[in-house]
Each structure stands twice: as structure tokens, then as C-alpha cells.
């Protein structure tokens, strides 16, 4: 009897454990993104100043960042997904006004891509701050650079919105 006992103890821990792994490779590495939310026909995200320029910036000096402003100023709600940067030298991460901040995006296929699965609201604002660090590529990796980070949605209008940097890296 004891002996039966340990065996589906030993299924059901294994099971169970299986479960876990094939919820978490979903959750953290799925493709899909907000687009798979029903499109919203008007909805559409706002970036205030989609381009930032940080000028020349030194090796030494370390990582620069830089919190864009995303707003709605459509009369749709808009659906956050998939969540990732150009090159694994920028991550970014967002924040909300009901102080949420939400994880840590990465370079598609450098690690798990974010989805941020969040709703912003008719005149909601949320920020995304976008971290470079010049040291990532190495001592020869100097001149001029553009970083991009992405936020999939499901507006037709703006699947994708794109908050880009330019940089002059120098040792």
C-alpha cells in the first residue's frame, strides 16, 4: 500500500511539475502578443517625442536611460502585448499610473519575451523608460548608434508602436 502511495505521489508531483514548466514556457517565450485580443478599429497609442537623441556618450560614463510618455488619445481602449527591444544592449521597462511597473523587456530571442497584457484606457498615459548600456558590445563597438523598443497592440491603426534612440558612443 505504501508502496502504491509513492508511485502516484511520484505521478502527481511529476505531472504537476510538467504543468508548471509547459504554463511558464507558454507565458514567458508565447508568440502571441495583443494582436490576438479583437483588433480595435480606432484605438491607437500617442508617443510623445518617439525619437530621442542622447547625443555623445562615453563608454565610461556607463548606461544612459531615457522615459518616453505613452498616451491614449483615442476613444478605444488599446491592448499591451509583446514587449522587446532592437538589440540586447537596450531593455526597457513600463510603468503605470496605478504604480504598476511591469518587467523588463529584452531582445526577441535573447531570453523570454514580455507581454505585458494590459489595457490602457481612453486618455491613460503609462511611461516606458529604455535603458542603453554603450559597454554591451564590447571596446570597439564606438560610433554612431539607433536603438528601437516595441509594443505590439492590437490597434489596426498602430500594431506596433516604436520608441527609438540615437546615440554617438565613444571611448
Do not use: W
Not at 504598476?100 to 523570454?112: D, T, Y
Amino acid at each position: 500500500m505504501k508502496q502504491l502511495r509513492r508511485i502516484f505521489l511520484v505521478i502527481g508531483s511529476t505531472a504537476a511539475f510538467v504543468s508548471l514548466l509547459v504554463f511558464l514556457a507558454y507565458a514567458l517565450t508565447g508568440e502571441s502578443s495583443a494582436r490576438s485580443v479583437e483588433p480595435t478599429q480606432n484605438g491607437k497609442l500617442t508617443v510623445i517625442d518617439p525619437l530621442y537623441d542622447f547625443g555623445t556618450i562615453s563608454m565610461s560614463d556607463g548606461s544612459v536611460s531615457h522615459t518616453y510618455r505613452v498616451r491614449n488619445d483615442s476613444n478605444e481602449p488599446v491592448a499591451l502585448g509583446n514587449f522587446y527591444t532592437s538589440c540586447m544592449c537596450t531593455t526597457a521597462k513600463a510603468s503605470f499610473s496605478d504604480g504598476k511597473e511591469l518587467g523588463v523587456a529584452h531582445m526577441k530571442g535573447h531570453g523570454a519575451t514580455l507581454r505585458l497584457r494590459r489595457v490602457v484606457e481612453p486618455g491613460e498615459e503609462f511611461l516606458v523608460e529604455a535603458i542603453f548600456d554603450p559597454n554591451a558590445h564590447g571596446p570597439d563597438a564606438v560610433g554612431p548608434v539607433t536603438r528601437t523598443v516595441y509594443i505590439d497592440t492590437n490597434s489596426v491603426q498602430a500594431p506596433t508602436i516604436e520608441l527609438a534612440f540615437e546615440a554617438d558612443v565613444v571611448r
